[in-house]
T-cell receptor, first 111, second 114 residues
Framework: EAQVTQNPRYLITVTGKKLTVTCSQN?????MSWYRQDPGLGLRQIYY???????DKGDVPEGYKVSRKEKRNFPLILESPSPNQTSLYFC??????????FGEGSRLTVL | GNSVTQMEGPVTLSEEAFLTINCTYT??????LFWYVQYPGEGLQLLLK?????DKGSNKGFEATYRKETTSFHLEKGSVQVSDSAVYFC?????????????FGTGTRLTIIP
């Protein structure tokens, strides 16, 4: 089954404790992206990757890092999480940037 | 820059009612337009798309027509069901190649009551 898998789905952490949200896709897509969803703001892109070892900033990259060492994986790293990073995060992949396949989301709470 | 404006929700309708969710956009050139749907507890799914003026996208009984003269892409369905309850996002992309990205509206929450 074609899918984008994110882990963890739910996480409560404390300020400053590094965490990684993993994302893996099994569709051989070159394009992958991370979004955060906040009430009243819709979806905002954090980072995207056009291919292995090619990543770039989206609209709200501050406080986040990504890497793309393999085609299927695109982890999102929060080196020192802060409460304003409490959000619902989505990973997505695609053959082209417009028609995205989304994961089920990771709800992160930073205390 | 690019932007998408959707009608504010929430929208509550009775089953079998007619649905319209308005979407207008601002973009240079000839963007592609999309509707995504997010069911409770799930990620977004592509519902339909249109890539040029006067194209009509359709899926699962939903339709939307790309109107360049009014810069709109309104979502319609003739008879909604309880299972259509979800959040609907309008989105655009200037080009489906290169490093372009989707620009999303803020979403419209739809609730259908039996």
């Amino acid at each position: 089954e074609a899918q984008v898998t994110q882990n963890p789905r739910y996480l409560i952490t404390v300020t400053g404790k590094k965490l990684t949200v993993t994302c893996s896709q099994n569709m051989n897509h070159e394009y992958m992206s991370w979004y955060r969803q906040d009430p009243g703001l819709g979806l905002r892109q954090i980072y995207y990757s056009m291919n292995v070892e090619v990543t770039d900033k989206g609209d709200v990259p501050e406080g986040y890092k990504v890497s793309r060492k393999e085609k299927r994986n695109f982890p999102l790293i929060l080196e020192s999480p802060s409460p304003n990073q409490t959000s619902l995060y989505f990973c997505a992949s695609s053959f082209s940037p417009g028609e995205l396949f989304f994961g089920e989301g990771s709800r992160l709470t930073v205390l | 820059g690019n932007s998408v404006t959707q009608m504010e929700g929430p929208v509550t309708l009775s089953e079998e009612a007619f649905l319209t969710i308005n979407c207008t956009y601002t973009a240079t050139g000839y963007p592609s337009l999309f509707w995504y749907v997010q069911y409770p507890g799930e990620g977004l799914q592509l519902l339909l798309k249109a890539t040029k003026a006067d194209d009509k996208g359709s899926n699962k009984g939903f339709e939307a027509t790309y109107r360049k003269e009014t810069t709109s892409f309104h979502l319609e369905k003739g008879s909604v069901q309880v299972s259509d309850s979800a959040v609907y996002f309008c989105a655009l992309i200037r080009s489906n190649f290169g490093n372009e990205k989707l620009t999303f509206g803020t979403g419209t929450r739809l609730t259908i009551i039996p």
